[in-house]
């Protein structure tokens, strides 16, 4: 697992209520990622962080909100969420730093259910 | 937009065979391009990364070769075993970090 834990593991929560999921890696790798995986989609990138409080935009950022106060934590945020919001979401991590290495590592995901 | 597209789908073959899974993208112009696997209900575990200026790279039974100019992956795999079945995913890199995935080949390889 490339030292990359996500928590919680399984959630269901209510439509409206926040959420957060929670990133921890101890690689000291500089990029850490948040995608969503949903059958007939793939794999799709909804921010990612390339330093302590460096973050940006995926292509499907909207209602999401991510923080990274640290290098090894990165928070996804869901601030009200909705049924469309119900997917696997898989934290990843690159780019080990001081070494030219851009290989990405994926955590065990996290399932999330909105009812 | 960058777009990646695997096929086939799903692929079946008997244990034993030697097989090839594709990968195909939309702009030339990649830093690098990785293959995961799948399990069900389990996260990806990265098989081989391609940087953009090799043409292939090995690992056991698992040879990856990159073609940027006509973009595209192939993931071979000699002497399939049960255990090999899975959903395989290519991801290309435009520069280094973002990754854009395919929908992945699901893999069966039967006893």
Not at chain 2, 4 to 33: H, K, M, R, W
Not at chain 2, 60 to 78: E, F, P, Q, V
Not at chain 2, 93 to 107: A, D, I, K, V
Request: proline share 4%; with cysteine.
């Amino acid at each position: 697992d490339a030292g990359i834990t996500q928590s919680p593991r399984h959630k269901v929560t209510e439509t409206g209520t926040p959420v957060t999921l929670r990133c921890h890696q101890t690689e000291n790798h500089r990029y850490m990622y948040w995608y969503r995986q949903d059958p007939g989609h793939g794999l799709r990138l909804i921010h990612y962080s390339y330093g302590v409080k460096d973050t940006d935009k995926g292509e499907v950022s909207d209602g999401y909100s991510v923080s990274r106060s640290k290098t090894e934590d990165f928070l996804l945020t869901l601030e009200s969420a909705t049924s469309s919001q119900t997917s696997v979401y898989f934290c990843a991590i690159s780019g080990r730093v001081a070494l030219m290495n851009t290989e990405a590592f994926f955590g065990q995901g996290t399932r999330l259910t909105v009812v | 937009k960058q777009e990646v597209t695997q096929i086939p789908a799903a692929l079946s073959v008997p244990e034993g065979e030697n097989l090839v899974l594709n990968c195909s993208f939309t702009d030339s112009a990649i830093y690098n391009l990785q293959w995961f696997r799948q399990d069900p209900g389990k996260g990806l575990t990265s098989l081989l990364l391609i940087q953009s200026s090799q043409r292939e790279q090995t690992s056991g039974r698992l040879n990856a070769s990159l073609d940027k100019s006509s973009g595209r992956s192939t993931l071979y795999i000699a002497a399939s075993q049960p255990g090999d079945s899975a959903t395989y995913l290519c991801a290309v890199s435009e520069t280094g970090n973002q990754f854009y995935f395919g929908t992945g080949t699901s893999l069966t390889v039967i006893p």
